[in-house]
């Protein structure tokens, strides 16, 4: 069966630390590979996405993720967080040969420090 | 450009009711996915509309169906609610050749 591992439920962190989150997929075919955030009090927005190519993937406000295929994984990853990084991460994953079928992980709470 | 606008915000309902939630896809979009968001849980797929007809399902229950109508927009329709089924509802609207799915607010629905 398909499944999304998110490692850690529940990350804090000061204001300039480096943030990694870690992700991992479970499924026998090709995917495409999804990183969304949920600000306090918003809806879901994209981070970033990949398909094909290379497979460290740039995203918006600084965020970018590294496609290993031999490890299943899809990590986060910033260099320097500031307080509005504070959210719910979620990885998620779709097959290509189902697109739309979001499968998302458990989801990782992020709390960023003054 | 209106973003994906769901109705109601939050609905309370009992056991055995029945509810019917409500999405309007951002303008473009020609795809409607729902989603269960369970506390402390990521969300899980529902179904997928496009062309007025259920094309993917997940793992949830007949009591579980859905419409969409000829502008896009859709509804979920829940019966004989469980306890269970108290989550935040969530729905996303694509293109049905797009690579991203957008997601509205949401609807929490509770069950007492």
């Known amino acids: 069966a398909q499944s999304v591992s998110q490692h850690n439920h529940h990350v804090i962190l000061s204001e300039a630390a480096s943030l990694e989150l870690g992700c991992n997929y479970s499924?026998?075919?090709?995917?495409?590979l999804f990183w969304y955030v949920q600000y306090p009090g918003q809806h879901l927005q994209l981070l970033l996405k990949y398909f094909s190519g290379d497979p460290l993937v740039k995203g918006i406000k600084g965020f970018e993720a590294e496609f290993i295929k031999s490890k299943f994984s899809f990590n986060l990853r910033k260099p320097s967080v500031q307080w509005s990084d504070t959210a719910e991460y979620f990885c998620a994953v779709t097959p290509t040969d189902s697109w739309g079928k979001l499968q998302f992980g458990a989801g990782t709470q992020v709390v960023v420090t003054p | 450009d209106a973003g994906v606008t769901q109705s109601p915000t939050h609905l309370i309902k009992t056991r055995g009711q029945q509810v019917t939630l409500r999405c309007s896809p951002k303008?473009?979009?020609?795809?409607v996915s729902w989603y269960q968001q369970a506390l402390g849980q990521g969300p899980q797929f529902i179904f997928q509309?496009?062309?007025?007809?259920?094309?993917q399902r997940g793992n949830f229950p007949d009591r579980f169906s859905g419409h969409q109508f000829p502008n896009y927009s859709s509804e979920l329709n829940v019966n004989a609610l469980l306890l269970g089924d108290s989550a935040l509802y969530l729905c996303?609207?694509?293109?049905?050749?797009?690579?991203?799915?957008?997601f509205g607010p949401g609807t929490r629905l509770t069950v007492l």
């Open positions: 303008s473009g979009h020609d795809t």
């Open positions: 499924y026998g075919g090709t995917v495409n």
């Open positions: 996303a609207s694509s293109r049905r050749t797009g690579t991203e799915q957008f």
């Open positions: 509309y496009y062309e007025e007809e259920e094309r």
